[in-house]
């Protein structure tokens, strides 16, 4: 009954350790659906390559900050990171349906929401 118990209890622990670690990988790609650059039809994503681009940008008083969404206060500066993803697409409309898989396939780039946050005083 022990020996039966102990496997029990190791088959959960590497289930959690498992299934937590698939689940939250899986869990960073989403697929988005991007209009084609030629026709315009609107195609699911296939694939993506994370954190392709990174912008700094500031905002200075009486402009909108994009991290805390507040106007800035005179006397601060507010500044903040943008990553972008690349998403990968393959047309499936009938305009493109004449060109080979490779001539299909297009890309858009999607920002995540700013990361990195900072404020600065100014005298």
């Known amino acids: 009954m022990k020996l039966f118990k102990k496997v029990i209890s190791c088959m959960f622990v590497f289930m959690l350790v498992f299934g937590m670690t698939i689940t939250s990988y899986a869990s960073s790609y989403s697929q988005k659906r991007g209009a084609c650059t030629r026709c315009g039809t609107y195609n699911y994503s296939y694939g993506w390559n994370p954190s392709t681009g990174n912008r700094s940008d500031g905002k200075g ?6 991290y805390c969404k507040i106007i800035v206060p005179k006397g601060e500066w507010h500044y903040y990171t943008t990553v972008s993803d690349l998403y ?10 004449h060109l080979s ?4 396939v297009y890309v858009l780039l999607y920002e995540n929401p700013p990361i990195n946050h900072s404020i600065e005083s100014v005298y």
């Not at 008083?61 to 994009?66: I, K, S």
């Not at 990968?88 to 409309?93: A, E």
């Open 88 to 97: 990968y697409f393959n047309c499936k409309g009938s305009e493109c349906s």
């Open 61 to 66: 008083p009486g402009n909108r900050c994009e």
């Open 101 to 104: 898989f490779p001539d299909r």
